[in-house]
């Protein structure tokens, strides 16, 4: 990576309006295109959409295979939606397909229409006519099929891989039936458990993982990122699913989760905060000033907190409670020398790991901040400033787009100190933190002349000159800060190797 002269005079033409003491120094690499100008390797899927596509296929399937719709959802809910795979294993041998998917090339006989007959479940008797079956045709009344399909339907997405209720028998439950017997209500769960199955089936869709969210997602691949934004707003990794974590990588990422979680950092704390039992080496956390202690498992032991000698015999050198005020050479040595050298490591790791998270959390909740001071912006203020400036929202954009490059610096910045914890180059640490100190003091100039600066204007207190000094100001610094973060997340990829 370069840093030489040219390369740390980062700006585009020094024609930067606002004072010298407020141009952020950066620099370290030429410039690069902006993120937000990237190119999309995905592409968003309303449902709409995704039913489209999953018509298609039933369509294709049944007219290739010369089979009904229903029969052709059967097979490819079996395979997962893949129409090569059923291509290949039906033509290869259409009767061992038929059977393990459920599918019969002949019913068994129906008998005559105003024939009674006995339902198998509720054992009453009805006309031939008012019974349903499957590709079996195995009869049972249109009552015990609404129970079985609503037990299954409200027992979650099972019910699209349902066989008829004889127990020996394999042939499929399709959607033909759920339309006959089962309530709207009913109809709705299914078809939304159908519809899901066509993305969660897919190799290359994925659900939008946001709350709430009904998009998905085709991912086509070709380039190193999985970043997605959503038309939700919500910003994901396509790989992981984890929110979006350039410049970090997906296996970095999960240990940071975990070691964020509790559980990852009791050892730690129990290291750090306790000492273990002389006897039953279980954990003790002294909850009281003195430091008579007693072991609350099963061992009952009494010690002291300061020496871990035992307490009956504490005294008996010095005839008084507390022998061990003196320092013993002889008496540090052993194993308790090795439990105070742990202590103090873990105590350490503690420290490093509180250092990384503490920054880490507060870009986090400065990021969530900036959505909403952006939501503000544009329900609330961008309406006010255009009235007290005469102008229109439209010509107020460019502080959109300031609180737009705001959170996603935001973004980057929190995920580059688990990138930092994880980094164990001395030599890269240092610069890496050198790049990291210069973005987070940049993005603190740009977001505190998006809020204060911006503010002042809001509340009626500057003049029409001072708002077009603040709109180069503002829109310089944007352009700036992203440009460094594009600049950063590519370094950090590279390993800082660039």
Same mark, same amino acid.
């Given at each position: 990576?370069?840093?030489?002269?040219?390369?740390?005079?980062?700006?585009?033409?020094?024609?930067?309006?606002?004072?010298?003491?407020?141009?952020?120094?950066?620099?370290?690499?030429?410039?690069?295109?902006?993120?937000?100008?990237?190119?999309?390797?995905?592409?968003?899927?309303?449902?709409?959409?995704?039913?489209?596509?999953?018509?298609?296929?039933?369509?294709?399937?049944?007219?290739?295979?010369?089979?009904?719709?229903?029969?052709?959802?059967?097979?490819?809910?079996?395979?997962?939606?893949?129409?090569?795979?059923?291509?290949?294993?039906?033509?290869?041998?259409?009767?061992?397909?038929?059977?393990?998917?459920?599918?019969?090339?002949?019913?068994?006989?129906?008998?005559?229409?105003?024939?009674?007959?006995?339902?198998?479940?509720?054992?009453?008797?009805?006309?031939?006519?008012?019974?349903? /079956?499957?590709? !079996?045709? *195995?009869? +049972? %009344?249109?009552? #015990?099929?609404?129970?079985?399909? =609503?037990?299954?339907?409200? @027992?979650?997405?099972?019910?699209?891989?349902?066989?008829?209720?004889?127990?020996?028998?394999?042939?499929?439950?399709?959607?033909?039936?759920?339309?006959?017997?089962?309530?709207?209500?009913?109809?709705?769960?299914?078809?939304?458990?159908?519809?899901?199955?066509?993305?969660?089936?897919?190799?290359?869709?994925?659900?939008?993982?946001?709350?709430?969210?009904?998009?998905?997602?085709?991912?086509?691949?070709?380039?190193?990122?999985?970043?997605? /934004?959503?038309? !939700?707003? *919500?910003? +994901? %990794?396509?790989? #992981?699913?984890?929110?979006?974590? =350039?410049?970090?990588?997906? @296996?970095?990422?999960?240990?940071?989760?975990?070691?964020?979680?509790?559980?990852?950092?009791?050892?730690?704390?129990?290291?750090?905060?306790?000492?273990?039992?002389?006897?039953?080496?279980?954990?003790?956390?002294?909850?009281?000033?003195?430091?008579?202690?007693?072991?609350?498992?099963?061992?009952?032991?009494?010690?002291?907190?300061?020496?871990?000698?035992?307490?009956?015999?504490?005294?008996?050198?010095?005839?008084?409670?507390?022998?061990?005020?003196?320092?013993?050479?002889?008496?540090?040595?052993?194993?308790?020398?090795?439990?105070?050298?742990?202590?103090?490591?873990?105590?350490?790791?503690?420290?490093?790991?509180?250092?990384?998270?503490?920054?880490?959390?507060?870009?986090?909740?400065?990021?969530?901040?900036?959505?909403?001071?952006?939501?503000?912006?544009?329900?609330?203020?961008?309406?006010?400033?255009?009235?007290?400036?005469?102008?229109?929202?439209?010509?107020?954009?460019?502080?959109?787009?300031?609180?737009?490059?705001?959170?996603?610096?935001?973004?980057?910045?929190?995920?580059?100190?688990?990138?930092?914890?994880?980094?164990?180059?001395?030599?890269?640490?240092?610069?890496?933190?050198?790049?990291?100190?210069?973005?987070?003091?940049?993005?603190?100039?740009?977001?505190?002349?998006?809020?204060?600066?911006?503010?002042?204007?809001?509340?009626?207190?500057?003049?029409?000159?001072?708002?077009?000094?603040?709109?180069?100001?503002?829109?310089?610094?944007?352009?700036?800060?992203?440009?460094?973060?594009?600049?950063?997340?590519?370094?950090?990829?590279?390993?800082?190797?660039?």
């Amino acid at each position: 990576m370069s840093n030489s002269d040219d390369d740390m005079n980062y700006y585009s033409d020094g024609n930067v309006s606002y004072d010298e003491e407020d141009e952020p120094d950066y620099g370290f690499v030429e410039e690069v295109e902006d993120s937000h100008s990237s190119k999309v390797n995905y592409l968003v899927l309303k449902e709409d959409d995704v039913r489209k596509h999953q018509e298609d296929a039933i369509k294709r399937v049944s007219t290739v295979l010369s089979v009904t719709e229903t029969e052709a959802s059967v097979l490819l809910l079996h395979y997962q939606w893949n129409v090569s795979k059923i291509d290949d294993e039906w033509f290869a041998d259409e009767e061992r397909v038929r059977r393990t998917v459920g599918i019969l090339k002949k019913a068994l006989a129906i008998g005559h229409r105003f024939l009674e007959v006995t339902c198998r479940i509720c054992f009453d008797m009805f006309l031939h006519k008012d019974m349903e /079956s499957v590709s !079996c045709g *195995h009869v +049972f %009344c249109s009552t #015990c099929w609404n129970g079985y399909l =609503r037990t299954s339907i409200n @027992d979650g997405a099972g019910c699209l891989m349902l066989k008829c209720p004889d127990p020996s028998c394999s042939a499929a439950v399709g959607r033909d039936l759920v339309e006959k017997v089962c309530s709207e209500e009913e109809k709705i769960k299914f078809e939304n458990y159908f519809l899901r199955s066509y993305v969660e089936g897919s190799k290359k869709m994925k659900w939008c993982p946001a709350p709430g969210c009904e998009y998905a997602v085709d991912f086509a691949g070709g380039i190193e990122s999985y970043d997605v /934004s959503c038309l !939700c707003s *919500h910003s +994901f %990794c396509w790989n #992981c699913i984890q929110e979006a974590h =350039r410049p970090v990588d997906c @296996d970095t990422i999960s240990q940071w989760i975990y070691k964020n979680s509790a559980e990852s950092e009791n050892t730690d704390w129990l290291l750090a905060n306790t000492k273990p039992c002389p006897k039953c080496k279980r954990p003790i956390e002294k909850n009281k000033g003195c430091m008579h202690m007693t072991c609350n498992s099963v061992c009952r032991f009494e010690f002291c907190w300061l020496c871990l000698g035992d307490w009956k015999t504490h005294g008996e050198k010095t005839g008084g409670y507390y022998a061990c005020n003196r320092y013993e050479v002889a008496k540090q040595k052993g194993e308790y020398d090795e439990v105070d050298r742990k202590r103090q490591m873990a105590e350490e790791s503690l420290n490093r790991y509180t250092h990384y998270y503490e920054r880490w959390l507060s870009n986090h909740k400065s990021r969530d901040t900036a959505i909403k001071a952006l939501e503000k912006l544009q329900s609330e203020n961008l309406k006010k400033l255009s009235d007290i400036l005469s102008t229109s929202e439209t010509q107020l954009s460019f502080i959109a787009d300031a609180w737009l490059q705001i959170i996603e610096c935001r973004r980057v910045l929190k995920w580059t100190y688990p990138y930092g914890y994880y980094l164990g180059d001395h030599d890269k640490k240092v610069f890496f933190e050198y790049l990291q100190g210069e973005a987070e003091s940049g993005l603190e100039r740009l977001h505190k002349c998006a809020e204060e600066e911006l503010n002042v204007f809001i509340n009626a207190e500057g003049s029409s000159e001072d708002f077009k000094h603040f709109q180069t100001k503002l829109t310089d610094l944007t352009v700036i800060t992203g440009t460094y973060f594009a600049n950063l997340v590519k370094a950090l990829e590279k390993g800082l190797n660039c």
